[in-house]
Every structure is written in C-alpha cells, then in structure tokens.
C-alpha cells in the first residue's frame, strides 16, 4: 500500500464536494438553528466533544477554534456536514439508545461498522478514575447506571452516554457507548458512527502507544 493511500479519508481536507455542496445548498440560518451552532454570517461555530470548531462552507475548510494549526478529524468533518445539511432540529429526548436501536440500527453496526465498545473496557479497566477524570475534561456529567456512568456532550443537539462496568478475576470489563434516542434527526447512520469514533479516539488518545 502506497503512503498517500493510507492517508485516505484521514483528514477534513479530502472530504467530497459533494458533502459541502449539501451544506450550501441549505439557508445556513435554518442549519445553525436545527443543529444548535452560530452562523455569523461567513461560517458556523459549532461544538463537537466539548470543543468548538469553525466550519467555512465557501472555504470548504474545518478548523479547531481552540487549535487552528491542528489538522482536523476526517470522521469529524463527516458530522458536521451531514448534520449540518440534514438536521431536523428535533431536541434530543434524554433518553439513551444503544446505536443498533436507531432506525436501520442493528443492520448497519455489525462487521467493520461495529461499536467500539471494546477497545473503550480495555482501554480503562484498571483505571476507571481516569476513565471518568478524561470524560469530565470533556464536559461530560456523572448520571445513574452501571459502575460508571457519564453523559457526554457530543453535537449540541446530540449528547452521547458511556457506561463501564468494571471487571475482576472472572469476569471482564465491559462497555457500552450509547446515544440520545432521537440521533437519527440530526445524523445518518454512518454520521452515528463517525461521531462514536471520535468519542473513542478522544478518550483513548493518550493511552495508545
């Protein structure tokens, strides 16, 4: 495999034209409104994981508010453009789907499109103060269930869940990354998983080697 090959579908600045010609094709008021951003008239403010990002539809550029210099998330761009396009501004219910519940759901996140819930136990089962210190950096809030469980801030209008039930000499740890019932307004199914690998990838970060 060539070096540019597996760069492929890495960064914002590869995503298809036709993404961004979806978000233009819509008022940029009504997008700002269903999705919960900030249109000032030139781009959206949005906040994605307890970051704000700035997303230019003329520049078809994506840019971390607080980092500009940092290259953004392939996965990222994913969701802000399919949210932005194609929200329907429903407020979330509060209550917490796994991903293979939303419509369509338990077809698609099988296979290559499988949760990442794994790597999430592994990543924290010997540590699940970290696990819960990391969250709340990211704005997240302790609520009832499991041994640990946070509501995390995902799209404005998207909040994501994360339960971990510690493990022990029998039995092993086990986590499940859930979302707002009412996802499927705001974001295809594929969105869905872009944004729950993004949450993975923000929470595992500095435990790769």
Known sequence: MK??????????????DALWDDVRSRSP?????AVGAVWDGRIF????????FAVDPAAQRITNAHQPDQRV????????????????GVPPSGRMAVPQELPGGRMFFTGAHTVANVPIAKAFEKDTRHFVDH??????????G???ALQV???????????LWEGDSEVDARAVIGIDDRAHFH?????VFALTNLLVGRLCKDRRK
């Open 3 to 16: 070096a540019s090959d597996k760069e492929l579908f890495r960064w914002v600045d590869q995503l298809p």
């Open 29 to 33: 008021e009504q997008a700002a409104e």
């Open 45 to 52: 403010n949005v906040d994605l994981i307890g970051e704000r």
């Open 73 to 88: 998330d392939y996965q990222a761009g994913v969701v802000f453009l399919t949210t932005l396009a194609h929200s329907k």
């Open 135 to 144: 969250a709340l950096e990211m704005g997240a809030k302790r609520i009832e």
């Open 146 to 148: 499991a041994d640990v």
């Open 153 to 163: 801030p995902g799209l404005p209008q998207v909040p994501l869940y994360l339960l």
């Open 187 to 191: 974001l295809d199914l594929s969105g």
